[in-house]
T-cell receptor
Framework: DTAVSQTPKYLVTQMGNDKSIKCEQN?????MYWYKQDSKKFLKIMFS???????INETVPNRFSPKSPDKAHLNLHINSLELGDSAVYFC???????????FGPGTRLTVL | KNEVEQSPQNLTAQEGEFITINCSYS?????LHWLQQHPGGGIVSLFM???GKKKHGRLIATINIQEKHSSLHITASHPRDSAVYIC?????????FGTGTRLQVFP
């Protein structure tokens, strides 16, 4: 009964490929996020969606396109992968009016 | 300069020691979070606080809003406390993270 789940957990791919990471939450939350954690373990927000609507886009290259088919899902599609995209990507969610966020297990993306 | 600063970056302790990790921030916040990330990679929320002090088991978190400072204390540390501890602040709908403190507790 994982609250926030991500697939896949590991993703190894070649430069130039297109890949997707999926995120689902079963908490009934309104807001979902994508964060990127670099090799130094520093976390930074990429996107935020509230009820399927994009709220935050933190100067992420437009090769990254989030898609929210419904408020329980926020997927991340990445085109033309580059070496610098290698990182751990975390999905998170929270309920409206409440600050605590719940994190998914992370997806480790390695671009070769 | 990061909007959220943590110290120390790395911390080594012997089992049983009292540990303090500090966090300072420079932005207006609605809440401050302490997160734990184990070597396996998952992130767990330890505390969310906007004033005063909270305690959960051997963990204590305090915040001073006027001084824009928070501390996370671990009493009677144990090797299983070894992890990266991350301070984050929430303002307008997003979290801003500190750089994390890597804690290693040796038996």
């Amino acid at each position: 009964d994982t609250a926030v789940s991500q697939t896949p957990k590991y993703l190894v791919t070649q430069m130039g490929n297109d890949k997707s990471i999926k995120c689902e939450q079963n908490l009934g939350h309104d807001t979902m996020y994508w964060y990127k954690q670099d090799s130094k373990k520093f976390l930074k927000i990429m996107f935020s969606y509230n009820n399927k609507e994009l709220i935050i886009n933190e100067t992420v290259p437009n090769r990254f396109s989030p898609k929210s088919p419904d408020k329980a899902h926020l997927n991340l599609h990445i085109n033309s992968l580059e070496l610098g995209d290698s990182a751990v990507y975390f999905c998170a969610s929270r309920s409206r009016g409440y600050n605590e966020q719940f994190f998914g297990p992370g997806t480790r993306l390695t671009v070769l | 300069k990061n909007e959220v600063e943590q110290s120390p970056q790395n911390l080594t302790a012997q089992e049983g020691e009292f540990i303090t990790i500090n966090c300072s921030y420079s932005v207006g916040i609605s809440a401050l979070h302490w997160l734990q990330q184990h070597p396996g990679g998952g992130i767990v929320s330890l505390f969310m606080l906007s004033s005063g002090k909270k305690k959960h088991g051997r963990l204590i978190a305090t915040i001073n809003i006027q001084e824009k400072h928070s501390s996370l204390h671990i009493t009677a540390s144990h090797p299983r406390d070894s992890a990266v501890y991350i301070c984050a602040v929430s303002g307008t709908d997003k979290l801003i993270f500190g750089t994390g403190t890597r804690l290693q507790v040796f038996p």
